[in-house]
């Protein structure tokens, strides 16, 4: 297996200017997947409201149902960094939540974690840091605060807003933040915020002039079930469709007694089958398919479940 990546192989990564490959997972068999393809970052994000449990938006998740999707993950990431996102409301109200939450997602496995807000939310970083935990910030487009930036937007348009993103990104910064995630916002505001900094700067929706590209694996695997589509969204794949396709198939052989077939029922003596045949009442018309598929079958030696 390959080395652990850690906040040395990231830094190291940047020092070489080889683009950091970070992107979403919540279960074991994609964190699997990822790991196997080589990613480097995987985030357990609190999308996960949004790509896995239909919700609207991502304020209504909680640290319980994030521990589920963060095991999962950890489980699964042996050498990827695990970057956990902490849900609404367990890090906003005071320095001893944000500790606690972010402790529970280090228990659980994770290298790191994740939390949206600039200066305003700064402390919060620093109780995580002295408590010895690696922590990313989150600017820009931060769904947290959807109402407040009424709704999802692209943020970092005027000289302006970009002067705040890096007075915001300096505060995380002198908090002990090793990096901060920008958000939707146009290449030239992402560029500049990075030119501002020594943290590593990864970006969603940002442009390519930062340390790494964050994506949420739904949007590229074509299997988010929503009618959000952001332009930074590039599809590589159409697992959705396939999915509806190999249930419709799976829903059409069943209704027409194809599946199972002989090779997918377990075998039985015949004279036992015999027996309980003979026992039978009412025999039905698949299940005495299914029974004389049984029959042909027996006389092969198979282990016990295959
Ligand atoms: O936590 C999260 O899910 C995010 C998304 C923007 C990927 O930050």
Avoid: W
Wanted: charged share 20%; net charge negative; aromatic share 6%.
């Amino acid at each position: 297996m390959a080395r652990k990546v850690t906040l040395r192989t990231l830094n190291s990564l940047r020092e070489r200017r080889e683009p950091a490959v970070f992107i979403t997972a919540y279960d074991y068999p994609t964190a699997t997947f990822a790991e196997r393809a080589g990613v480097d970052m995987i985030l357990v994000g609190d999308s996960a409201a949004m790509t896995m449990m239909g919700l609207p938006n991502t304020l209504g998740i909680g640290m319980d149902e994030m521990i589920v999707f963060v095991r999962s993950v950890c489980r699964a990431a042996k050498r990827t960094f695990v970057v956990g996102a902490l849900p609404f409301l367990s890090y906003q109200p005071s320095d001893d939540t944000a500790v606690l939450s972010a402790g529970r997602f280090i228990a659980a496995g994770c290298d790191a974690v994740k939390f949206e807000g600039g200066a305003r939310i700064a402390p919060r970083v620093r109780a995580m840091v002295d408590a010895g935990i690696n922590v990313m910030g989150h600017l820009g487009l931060t769904p947290q605060n959807i109402g407040q930036l009424s709704g999802y937007r692209v943020q970092g348009k005027t000289r302006a807003a970009v002067n705040q993103l890096v007075e915001d990104a300096l505060a995380l910064q002198e908090a002990g933040a090793f990096a901060v995630l920008l958000e939707a916002m146009p290449a030239v505001a992402a560029a500049y915020v990075r030119e501002h900094v020594d943290m590593l700067v990864y970006g969603i929706g940002a442009g390519p002039d930062v340390d790494g590209q964050l994506v949420i694996s739904h949007d590229i695997l074509g299997n988010f079930v929503g009618d959000i589509a952001p332009r930074f969204a590039k599809q590589y794949g159409h697992i959705g469709a396939q999915v509806e396709e190999v249930f419709r198939t799976y829903a059409e052989e069943v209704r027409s007694s194809c599946f199972p077939a002989p090779e997918h029922c377990y075998p039985i003596d015949s004279a036992d089958e015999a027996e309980i045949q003979s026992c039978r009442s009412r025999p039905s018309a698949p299940l005495t398919r299914t029974a004389l598929a049984q029959t042909a079958l027996a006389r092969q030696t198979t282990s016990p479940l295959s």
